[in-house]
């Protein structure tokens, strides 16, 4: 983290990030989570403006916002996140190598991390609104062993890789390097890394890769629930500077998420639906 960015950060609050847990069940759907109070509805669908009190001044929050959509915007994207006769989401099969894995149409965005960093978790919560499509998390980090794809019904599809730092670099090179390097449908990639503690080693190898795919993708900071706020916030400034001086294919804004409480996971829902091209966004929506 550069100087500048360490002083601009306050570290005044070492309480960790919480909402009441008892509404955990509801917020998953954005129509109950109009309930809360203002404040802590935003929280939960800007999970950085939570943070921004947090700030010094001298900090641009810019990059943090650029792509804010409307409650309404997030509204349509959630309708793509609910299965229907005409609209079935749904694992629909597994690959161990390239040559295994469907050839599909529709855009698709994979997800990918250190082991253990929650990107099942995330499809989960993604997945919340249809608790019957079955995604496997553990605590035993290497869990998820082969590519699996979901079938959102003929919009997109999402994809959960195994995780490297546990076989790595085996299964990145069996499968998500290649998967990288030649997936055609691909229209995102999500890196996720560890909000409690930051930018690790093994991150910086799959940040590299991306830059050297040339394909967009985008950071996602996971278990922003799990770590104080000064901590959280400090690992954050650090991501934005690696990713404004030393990348060219990642999307400005990292996205913070918590698959437990559903932070961001509304706005994440949007994203991926914008950039699958299943909705367009209303004006003042900014990307
Ligand atoms: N507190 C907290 N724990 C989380 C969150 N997301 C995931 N976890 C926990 O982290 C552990 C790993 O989650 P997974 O989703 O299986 O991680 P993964 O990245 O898919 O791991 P591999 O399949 O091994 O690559 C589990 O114990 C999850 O419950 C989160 O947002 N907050
Ligand atoms: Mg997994």
């Not at 290497?142 to 790595?168: C, I």
Request: a positive charge; hydrophobic letters at 40%; proline letters at 6%.
């Amino acid at each position: 983290m550069t100087l500048c960015l360490q002083v601009a950060l306050r570290l005044r609050s070492r309480a960790p990030v919480h909402l009441a847990s008892r509404h955990v069940r509801k917020l998953s759907s954005l129509r109950k989570a109009a309930s809360l109070p203002p404040k802590k509805m935003q929280s939960l669908l800007y999970p950085f403006s939570g943070l921004e009190a947090h700030l010094d001044r001298s900090v641009d929050r810019m990059p943090f916002q650029l792509f804010h959509p409307s409650v309404e915007d997030m509204m349509e994207a959630e309708k793509l996140f609910c299965s229907s006769p005409s609209h079935r989401i749904d694992y629909y099969v597994s690959a161990e190598r390239m040559d295994h894995a469907p050839a599909l149409k529709q855009p698709e965005v994979c997800f990918i991390g250190r082991s253990n960093v929650g990107k099942s978790s995330l499809i989960k919560a993604l997945f919340s609104l249809i608790p019957e499509v079955e995604v496997r998390v553990s605590k035993t980090p290497g869990h998820t062993k082969k590519m699996n794809f979901f079938k959102v019904g003929k919009a997109f599809t999402l994809v959960d890789m195994p995780g490297y730092g546990h076989r790595a670099p085996r299964d990145f090179v069996d499968m998500v390097e290649p998967y990288l390097y030649t997936r055609e449908n691909l229209a995102r990639t999500f890196l996720l890394v560890d909000g409690s503690v930051g930018l690790q080693k093994a991150d910086r190898i799959a940040l590299e890769m991306c830059e050297e795919t040339r394909c967009p993708y985008v950071m996602v900071v996971t278990k922003m629930d799990k770590c104080g706020q000064g901590a959280l916030l400090r690992n954050l400034l650090n991501l934005q500077d690696v990713i404004k001086t030393q990348t060219s294919s990642c999307f400005p804004q990292p996205f913070l998420i918590s698959s437990v409480n559903y932070w961001g996971i509304h706005l994440l829902r949007c994203f991926i639906a914008h950039v699958a091209g299943s909705i367009s966004l209303k004006e003042t929506s900014k990307s």
